[in-house]
T-cell receptor, first 112, second 115 residues
Framework: GENVEQHPSTLSVQEGDSAVIKCTYS??????FPWYKQELGKGPQLIID?????GEKKDQRIAVTLNKTAKHFSLHITETQPEDSAVYFC???????????FGTGTSLTVIP | DAGVIQSPRHEVTEMGQEVTLRCKPI?????LFWYRQTMMRGLELLIY????????DSGMPEDRFSAKMPNASFSTLKIQPSEPRDSAVYFC?????????????FGDGTRLSIL
């Protein structure tokens, strides 16, 4: 089955700096890669996603890049703000079943 | 639009008691997922349904766990008898069935503590 690895497990950045979180996946059949943000006491919330026919996607301060050949994808957050502090999860999914394979999460702290 | 609704938000009970967690998916969604989240094991998929039919329950820890989806707008996850190691946050998520991948929408979870 699919195996998703996520790094780093914790990340601290100064407010205004950029943060990058990386994930790798094992199954070349995976074709959908969502990113979730989880705040304390809440469920994971989708922040951005990318499909395998696209190499990069941007939404304001958030961007995701995908390298299908190397089987890795990354989340980039620019101009970080304290409210970006949360746990971020990557996931990979294939066409059948819509089952997600989640990474182990990255705890991001933005220091004011 | 209402999101995924889970109840109760918190549950504290004694070992051996039956626990029932409830989930109302987003209207029109074809898939429903139950997850468990702990510090040690992260997010684990327990079971998921497609059009109310269980598709994969290989993540259910043992026979003490059972899940049902009697109709498109309601699902339950039951633990009987409960044990302290079942303490975790349980999430329900739902999604549409579209090719090319669709996001799962999560509820805010049930925090379960078994004493």
């Amino acid at each position: 089955g699919e195996n998703v690895e996520q790094h780093p497990s914790t990340l601290s950045v100064q407010e205004g700096d950029s943060a990058v979180i990386k994930c790798t996946y094992s199954d070349s059949a995976s074709n959908y890669f969502p990113w979730y943000k989880q705040e304390l006491g809440k469920g994971p919330q989708l922040i951005i996603d990318i499909r395998s026919n696209v190499g990069e996607k941007k939404d304001q301060r958030i961007a995701v890049t995908l390298n299908k050949t190397a089987k890795h994808f990354s989340l980039h957050i620019t101009e970080t703000q304290p409210e970006d502090s949360a746990v971020y999860f990557c996931a990979a999914s294939m066409n059948t079943g819509n089952q997600f394979y989640f990474g182990t999460g990255t705890s991001l702290t933005v220091i004011p | 639009d209402a999101g995924v609704i889970q109840s109760p938000r918190h549950e504290v009970t004694e070992m051996g008691q039956e626990v029932t967690l409830r989930c109302k998916p987003i209207s029109g969604h074809d898939y429903l997922f139950w997850y468990r989240q702990t510090m040690m094991r992260g997010l684990e998929l327990l079971i998921y349904f497609n059009n109310n039919v269980p598709i994969d329950d290989s993540g259910m820890p043992e026979d003490r766990f059972s899940a049902k989806m009697p109709n498109a707008s309601f699902s339950t996850l039951k633990i009987q008898p409960s044990e302290p190691r079942d303490s975790a946050v349980y999430f329900c998520a739902s999604s549409l069935a579209l090719t090319g991948g669709t996001p799962q929408h999560f509820g805010d979870g049930t925090r379960l503590s078994i004493l």
